[in-house]
């Protein structure tokens, strides 16, 4: 079945340092891939998504390329601040399966803490 | 515009009762989904509802149930608790056939004693 792995965390870094948190990926078919991201006490948030392979998700300064050659999509940022801290999921949907009705598959999560 | 609404926010039950979350998806959006969320874990889907049917299943036992109703809000039935079944439950909803992605809800925390 569908599973995806994350970096384990967690991850403590320096403001402004850069951030890299990998996620593989094993699908059948042509799955869309997503990085959520949860802020303490709240639901999940769509961080980003690409929907085909060489596509780039981009929002607030977060980056992942879709590859499908390594079966990835990790999640970078240039510099990261203090309010980014929060828990980062990496997801797939299985997109062929019920049509446009599709199920999310997660990743276990990473903590990131950024310190002043 | 309120996104995707649940209630309540945090529950204690004992083993063996039965639980009730409800949640009301935001506007416009007509399939949802529940996920169950255990501490330091990824959501894993429960099931999904469109059209007041269940339309798929994750791998959870029958005690898990659920409904949806004509205005497409959803409860999460779950009969004979379990210690095993403390967790952030949540709910996602999502506009059929548009392709965007799912909206979820804060959550209920369930602990069960």
């Known amino acids: 079945g569908d599973s995806v792995t994350q970096m384990e965390g967690p991850v403590t870094l320096s403001e402004e340092a850069f951030l890299t948190i990998n996620c593989t990926y094993t699908a059948t078919g042509y799955p869309s891939l997503f990085w959520y991201v949860q802020y303490p006490g709240e639901g999940l948030q769509l961080l980003l998504k690409a929907t085909k392979a060489d596509d780039k998700g981009s929002n607030k300064g977060f980056e992942a390329t879709y590859r499908k050659e390594t079966t990835s999509f990790h999640l970078e940022k240039g510099s990261v601040q203090v309010s980014d801290s929060a828990v980062y999921f990496c997801?797939?949907?299985?997109?062929?399966?019920?049509?446009?009705?599709?199920?999310?598959?997660f990743g276990k999560g990473t903590l990131l803490t950024v310190n002043p | 515009d309120a996104g995707v609404t649940q209630s309540p926010t945090h529950l204690i039950k004992t083993r063996g009762q039965q639980v009730t979350l409800r949640c009301s998806p935001k506007s416009g959006h007509d399939t949802v989904s529940w996920y169950q969320q255990a501490l330091g874990q990824g959501p894993q889907f429960i099931f999904q509802y469109y059209e007041e049917e269940e339309r798929q299943r994750g791998n959870f036992p029958d005690r898990f149930s659920g409904h949806q109703f004509p205005n497409y809000s959803s409860e999460l039935n779950v009969n004979a608790l379990l210690l095993g079944d403390s967790a952030l439950y949540l709910c996602?909803?999502?506009?059929?056939?548009?392709?965007?992605?799912?909206?979820f809800g804060s959550g209920t925390r369930l602990t069960v004693v």
């Open positions: 997801a797939l949907s299985d997109r062929n399966s019920g049509g446009s009705n599709y199920k999310l598959t």
């Open positions: 996602a909803s999502y506009p059929t056939g548009t392709g965007s992605g799912y909206t």
